[in-house]
Nanobody
Framework: VQLQASGGGLVQDGGSLRLSCAAS????????MGWFRQAPGKEREFVAAISWSGGSTYSSDSVKGRFTISRDNAKNTVYLQMNSLKPEDTAVYYC????????????????????WGQGTLVTVSS
């Protein structure tokens, strides 16, 4: 599968953005999807994940209540709606796909995913 992330940009503290990740290739509904981010000088960190059908979602404590992950399997796209953005949310955001069907208990680990998009930069100004 090929993943193309978009929607990043510059936003003020407290603003909102919606990221999209469009997939092409194998049937999109066969992929468990995740979003990660990497801030300058920091390690990549898990942001949110969503199960194959969209029935289960997961998010990190740092974004819980502010970010929402969703997917539209008919459009081969996963979204990350980001509200109440803070300067510490500034990072390159990556979408990732896991093409297996094992239990997704390791969804927060980057090694769990088979495919990665190119990233989209989100900058939150104070």
């Amino acid at each position: 599968v090929q993943l193309q992330a978009s929607g990043g940009g510059l936003v003020q503290d407290g603003g909102s953005l919606r990221l999209s990740c469009a997939a092409s290739g194998r049937t999109f509904s066969s992929y468990f999807m995740g979003w990660f981010r990497q801030a300058p000088g920091k390690e990549r960190e898990f942001v949110a994940a969503i199960s194959w059908s969209g029935g289960s979602t997961y998010s990190s404590d740092s974004v819980k209540g502010r970010f929402t992950i969703s997917r539209d399997n008919a459009k081969n796209t996963v979204y990350l709606q980001m509200n109440s953005l803070k300067p510490e949310d500034t990072a390159v955001y990556y979408c990732a796909a896991y093409g297996g069907h094992s239990a997704a208990s390791m969804y927060s680990l980057g090694a769990f995913y088979d495919h990665w998009g190119q990233g989209t930069l989100v900058t939150v100004s104070s």
